[in-house]
């Protein structure tokens, strides 16, 4: 899994991972996070959202933030470098949307 | 129940054989180097996944299972290759003297992580997609340690023929470096495997 940090393209788990961390959340929350947004079609490997984690925590787009009350999980949350990089992310993802719709709603002669 | 088996290397056939036995309602408790330990559960309740973790760390490893465990999932140790040691204190038959005794730096006889996940019928396997690199970063792994330890029990096996050793210390070394030997090529052959598959995919990665 590699992010395209100067282009500005993020896989689609990372993307996930940080949005489930807009509230602090741990390992388990953001699994179920994932798999009910996009209706269990995105699911992941317990090996693989802890590669991811591990990732974006020593990029310092999330970081921990002490352990839920009562069942001890690690929680995370998104950093404001993560939110800056997420935000980014959206314009980019919106200009792509406006282009695919223009061209493929556009040339199958809908308009 | 107790069961003595020992699989070395053969991840897979671990792997089967534990799931073959929660299928037929048995659940792992307890493992030993030479011994796997079940209490009976419900049929096909759990099943188990095993992951190779030599080469890591101990904090990463701890910190791993502890996520796992999280996660809802049970998780032991095991060790993948037979030696006479007790803690990291492990004993050469080849060697001489007091050197007789090596010390092993990580996480010594705990090179296999064996997950347990409740059977929910959902995404089974731990590692998904967009992951192959990591996938080839890690039979690469497992392909030099079992190289490593071919390697060094062939040598074992020449000093001790040609040191004066006893001779059924050589043939014992000399059939485990075969043994190595031979697990080295079955994870060549699973990287190529790999690559190949990486390669086919690479178009669909992206997003």
Do not use: N
């Given at each position: 899994m590699r992010d395209n940090v100067k282009g500005g393209a993020l896989t689609e788990t990372t993307f996930f991972v940080m949005l489930a961390l807009y509230r602090p959340n741990h390992g388990y929350g953001i699994m179920q996070f994932i798999e009910e947004k996009t209706n269990g079609r995105l699911a992941l490997g317990a090996g693989t959202l802890y590669g991811a984690i591990n990732n974006l925590a020593s990029k310092g787009w999330i970081a921990p933030c002490g352990e839920e009350p009562g069942s001890a999980k690690k929680l995370y949350a998104i950093t404001e470098t993560g939110k800056m990089v997420a935000e980014r992310e959206l314009e980019r993802l919106i200009e792509l949307c406006g282009i695919a719709r223009e061209i493929i709603e556009g040339s199958g002669g809908g308009k | 129940m107790r069961v003595f088996c020992y699989f070395g290397g053969f991840l897979e056939a671990q792997e089967k054989w534990l799931n073959k036995m929660a299928e037929k309602g048995y659940r792992l408790v307890r493992t030993t180097s030479l011994m796997y330990e079940f209490d009976l559960c419900a049929p096909s309740q759990y099943e188990y996944q095993i992951e190779f973790m030599a080469g890591k760390d101990q904090s990463h490893v701890q910190d791993y299972r502890r996520f796992l465990e999280e996660m809802g999932y049970r998780t032991f140790t095991k060790n993948i290759n037979l030696n006479f040691s007790i803690g990291k204190a492990r004993w050469r038959?080849?060697?001489?003297g007091a050197a007789q005794i090596a010390t092993n730096p990580g996480n010594y006889n705990q090179e296999l992580l064996i997950v347990e996940r409740e059977?929910?019928?959902?995404?089974?396997?731990?590692h998904t997609g967009q992951d192959a690199e990591a996938v080839a970063a890690y039979l690469k792994r497992l392909m030099n340690t079992n190289f490593y330890y071919g390697l060094i029990l062939a040598m074992g096996c020449l000093l001790s023929i040609f040191g004066g050793g006893s001779k059924a210390v050589a043939i014992l070394l000399g059939v485990l470096s075969v043994f190595f030997f031979v697990q080295a090529v079955i994870f060549v052959l699973a990287l190529r495997h790999a690559n190949n598959k990486k390669d086919n995919e690479g178009d669909i990665e992206g997003v």
């Open positions: - | 038959p080849w060697a001489k059977r929910d019928g959902k995404l089974t396997s731990l």
